[in-house]
Nanobody, 124 residues
Framework: VQLQASGGGLVQAGAFLRLSCEAS????????ISWFRQAPGKEREFVAA????????FYADSVKGRFTISRNNAKNAAYLQMNSLKPEDTAVYFC??????????????????WGQGTNVTVSS
């Protein structure tokens, strides 16, 4: 079972990026997919999650209104559209899959599978 994150890069503030998370090895349609990020010297933090359908999403306050998470179950993939990027969004972004209940959906410990991370750097 693997999660492959991609799409990171170096952009200027105000730009956008679209991260992709492709899953293989099993059907993830009944798993929640989330994105976490970890900035240098900081702990890993929750960014966004999507449960079984694109109508069931959750966001960290810091990205609400700028980031959009979605999934395509037919492709066993999830995406994170990041608009209006800020320097404080600079981090390594990880996708994760699991079956958390709503109250634990922001907890990294609730996820079984993790991708390798993709770097996002936003310059000012």
């Amino acid at each position: 079972v693997q999660l492959q994150a991609s799409g990171g890069g170096l952009v200027q503030a105000g730009a956008f990026l679209r991260l992709s998370c492709e899953a293989s090895g099993r059907d993830f349609s009944d798993y929640a997919i989330s994105w976490f990020r970890q900035a240098p010297g900081k702990e890993r933090e929750f960014v966004a999650a999507v449960r079984w359908s694109n109508s069931n999403t959750f966001y960290a306050d810091s990205v609400k209104g700028r980031f959009t998470i979605s999934r395509n179950n037919a492709k066993n993939a999830a995406y994170l559209q990041m608009n209006s990027l800020k320097p404080e969004d600079t981090a390594v972004y990880f996708c994760a899959a699991g079956r958390p209940i709503v109250s634990t959906i922001t907890a990294s410990s609730a996820y079984y599978y993790w991708g390798q991370g993709t770097n996002v750097t936003v310059s000012s």
